[in-house]
Nanobody, 124 residues
Framework: VQLQASGGGSVQAGGSLSLSCTVS????????VGWFRQVPRKEREFVAA????????LYADSVQDRFTISRDTAKNTVFLRMDGLKPEDTAVYYC??????????????????WGRGTQVTVRE
């Protein structure tokens, strides 16, 4: 299973970015996909996740109502739309997939497959 994240960049505060995570080796819908972010010297932080069923996406409180996770099953891709970006959203963003559906979707420990990160920088 391989994941490839893309779409990062630099944007001014209040702006928007969309990240994509393309999954290969399995269907993106098979076990779900999560997005995490990390800044230096801090633990990887949960951002959002979409389960295998596609129902009830999960969001961190800090991004609720600003970020939207979605998927295109035909393209085997999961998206993270980020609106109203804040400087504190600056981080390397990673997408990940669990090995089973019986996992803790909001913890990085619940995921076994990780893509390379993509940098998101939000300027003041």
């Amino acid at each position: 299973v391989q994941l490839q994240a893309s779409g990062g960049g630099s944007v001014q505060a209040g702006g928007s970015l969309s990240l994509s995570c393309t999954v290969s080796g399995r269907r993106a819908s098979e076990y779900g996909v999560g997005w995490f972010r990390q800044v230096p010297r801090k633990e990887r932080e949960f951002v959002a996740a979409i389960k295998w069923s596609g129902d009830s996406p999960l969001y961190a409180d800090s991004v609720q109502d600003r970020f939207t996770i979605s998927r295109d099953t035909a393209k085997n891709t999961v998206f993270l739309r980020m609106d109203g970006l804040k400087p504190e959203d600056t981080a390397v963003y990673y997408c990940a997939a669990p090995q089973t559906t019986n996992t803790h979707y909001t913890s990085w420990r619940g995921y076994q497959y990780w893509g390379r990160g993509t940098q998101v920088t939000v300027r003041e």
